[in-house]
């Protein structure tokens, strides 16, 4: 049975899988990166959890994701406005 802290911690967070990035979709990286930075004490736990050979990313590489964030999410809006100023214009 398990423990009411680890009860009150599960309601608490919000489970969410990381997102794979593909390189045909970009706007699948902003995601990607987003979710990373959204869950980044997430993944750290894990993987210093895990028996494995990856290097976890720095506290600089981590601000650069953070950044990436941010430079990418304009660009994702203007996509999301030109696809549907495209797809309103196929209508006519």
């Given at each position: 049975?398990p423990c009411?802290a680890h009860?009150?911690?599960r309601?608490?967070?919000?489970?969410?899988p990381?997102v794979q990035?593909?390189?045909?979709r970009?706007n699948?990286t902003?995601?990607?990166?987003k979710?990373l930075?959204?869950?980044?004490?997430a993944?750290?736990?894990?993987?210093?959890?895990?028996?494995?050979?990856?290097?976890?990313?720095t506290?600089p590489?981590?601000?650069?994701?953070?950044?990436?964030?941010?430079?990418?999410?304009?660009?994702r809006?203007v996509?999301?406005?030109?696809?549907?100023?495209?797809?309103?214009?196929?209508e006519?």
């Amino acid at each position: 049975m398990p423990c009411i802290a680890h009860i009150l911690q599960r309601s608490i967070t919000k489970q969410e899988p990381l997102v794979q990035d593909v390189p045909t979709r970009w706007n699948l990286t902003v995601d990607m990166v987003k979710r990373l930075n959204r869950n980044q004490a997430a993944v750290k736990a894990t993987l210093d959890q895990q028996q494995h050979k990856l290097i976890m990313l720095t506290p600089p590489e981590w601000d650069k994701v953070q950044r990436l964030e941010t430079l990418l999410e304009p660009c994702r809006y203007v996509t999301e406005i030109l696809v549907c100023l495209s797809n309103w214009l196929k209508e006519e």
